[in-house]
């Protein structure tokens, strides 16, 4: 895949708002996500079973070219008609 022009900020934004889905302990969230949602992503055929030890998951076909896609349209960063950032 081709590192597309993504817009950092909103990346660190969006992982601070999925850390804070753990939150526990006053300021303290896991580094993984809450299982709720690798429930709902096995459940919707885009990652393989996230039950067991292993510390990292796999995605499907599916999940691959869904992520693939959902990182560009909600983190690309936008030129021209953007009406959000103006021209350089």
Known sequence: MAEPDLDTDKLDD???A???????DGN?????LDWSITDR???K??????VGKAKSLALTEAGLARAEASLAA???KRRGNDPQRSAP
């Not at 999925?18 to 526990?24: E, R, V």
């Not at 055929?45 to 996230?50: E, R, V």
């Open 45 to 50: 055929g885009l990652i393989y079973d996230p």
């Open 41 to 43: 992503l096995h459940a």
């Open 14 to 16: 969006a992982a601070l």
């Open 28 to 32: 303290r969230v896991w580094k993984g």
């Open 18 to 24: 999925i850390l804070s889905l753990t939150l526990h």
């Open 74 to 76: 909600l983190f690309k």
